[in-house]
């Protein structure tokens, strides 16, 4: 049984403050510890002694849930990290797939691995996305998942080829969308 506890939270993927990461209280944090970090897409590397937020639930999913867009590599050796959760596969950039925050993905009694979702941006195009990783938003700072903290619970992270479908720029590497199960 999995107990949601209501509170507006800031956070982004990069932990930013301001930005909104829905209703869904931190359930504990994570020490950090620098590692061996990829940037390829501006990734937010751990620093060794810093507490980052972890998630064990994410905001209510509708049909059109408020999330927030990420840029991710799923091909091997680039900055995703290990091979995808769902299938232990990694995926070409032109691939349309996308890992969601650890709530979405499987904690809310949902099972999404190989499920296709939506994905809408602000300027009203949308895609189709199969999802095929995990936005850990409990686990991070370690070799697996690039010594980048645990993922806010509000996360689409999508490959560059739903950003170019979605006709966004990648050089702001995250922007808000919507999503939905199909």
């Known amino acids: 049984v999995l107990t949601l506890h209501v509170l507006a939270v800031s956070a982004t993927k990069h932990h930013k403050p301001g930005a909104s990461a829905g209703t869904c209280r931190a359930s504990g944090v994570l020490h950090g ?26 905001p209510p999913v509708s049909a059109s849930t408020p999330a927030t867009l990420t840029l991710n590599s799923f091909e091997k050796g680039k900055d995703g990290g290990g091979p995808s959760e769902c299938d232990h596969h990694f995926h070409k950039d032109s691939e349309m797939v996308v890992a969601l925050s650890s709530g979405w993905l499987r904690l809310d009694g949902t099972r999404r691995c190989g499920k296709m979702v939506r994905v809408t941006a602000a300027n009203g195009r949308s895609v189709l996305a199969k999802v095929v990783d995990e936005c850990d938003s409990v686990n991070g700072c370690d070799n697996e998942h690039n010594f980048e903290p645990p993922c ?31």
């Not at 510890?33 to 994410?58: E, I, M, N, W």
């Not at 509000?154 to 199909?182: I, R, Y």
């Open 33 to 58: 510890k620098a590692g061996k970090c990829k940037t390829l897409h501006g990734s937010d590397c751990c620093v060794a002694g810093r507490k980052y937020p972890q998630f064990r639930c994410s």
């Open 152 to 182: 806010p619970n509000n996360v689409v992270d999508g490959s560059p080829a739903v950003w170019k479908a979605l006709g966004l720029k990648q050089s702001l590497g995250e922007v808000k969308v919507t999503w939905s199960d199909v």
